[in-house]
């Protein structure tokens, strides 16, 4: 799909990638470290395990117990999703913004069921190397996060050099910087990053 873009336009290229999806860019980079101009990492999770001896293992481990079924679909219905994504979180998370997500998840598989969202999921670890990044890359996490926690975003400060590398953590935040209500200020951050090479 990338070089489809980068074909179609002649404006650089910003690879954005949120919680497993910063694996993904991960292992787009470590493949072609040309790919994109900018890289913006949001809660770049588990990424204190990448180039260890240990989270290889895991990987082959991964794709022994997968096989060929590599992957699956799992469901979950919206009060599932509630009680995962908006109970405890009423304070900070916007509702407006928690339905109109689920509800987008539904809509977006239109031969699904109407009440549930469809996911595909990956039985192996995505990545498992060592990432190198040779442009411009913004790390964001949330102070409060568990899943992408500081150990992962000091991870990140191995793989980047210090010039081209900008860090922000987001007070009293979670992993799901999207779905809050004060996300403006995410998005100016990345925005502000992306056209001015600030952050």
Same mark, same amino acid.
Request: with cysteine.
């Given at each position: ?99 109109? +997500? ?12 109407? #009440?549930? =969202?469809? @996911?595909? *999921?990956? $039985? ?45 953590? +987001? ?12 996300? #403006?200020? =995410?998005? @100016?951050? *990345?925005? $502000? ?7």
């Amino acid at each position: 799909m990338l070089p489809t873009v980068q074909r179609a336009s002649t404006t650089p290229l910003t690879l954005v990638g949120l919680s497993l999806g910063c694996s993904a860019v991960a292992a787009a980079v470590k493949r072609r470290p040309d790919i994109a101009q900018r890289i913006v990492l949001l809660g770049p999770a588990r990424w204190k395990n990448f180039g260890t001896l240990a989270w290889r293992w895991q990987w082959l481990r991964s794709v022994w117990k997968a096989g060929s079924a590599r992957s699956r679909y799992i469901t979950a219905s919206f009060a599932e999703l509630e009680k995962r994504l908006w109970v405890g979180e009423e304070s900070r998370v916007n509702r407006a913004a928690f339905e109109a +997500f689920v509800h987008g998840a539904i809509a977006a598989d239109p031969q699904g069921s109407p #009440d549930r =969202v469809k @996911a595909l *999921i990956s $039985d192996v670890i995505p990545f498992a190397g060592r990432p190198v990044f040779r442009t411009p890359v913004l790390a964001i996490r949330g102070s409060d996060d568990d899943i992408a926690t500081e150990d992962d975003l000091e991870a990140v400060r191995r793989f980047v050099e210090p010039r081209l590398l900008s860090v922000r953590v +987001f007070p009293r935040r979670k992993h799901d910087l999207h779905l809050y209500e004060p996300h #403006d200020d =995410v998005f @100016a951050c *990345i925005a $502000d990053f992306v056209l001015s090479g600030r952050a």
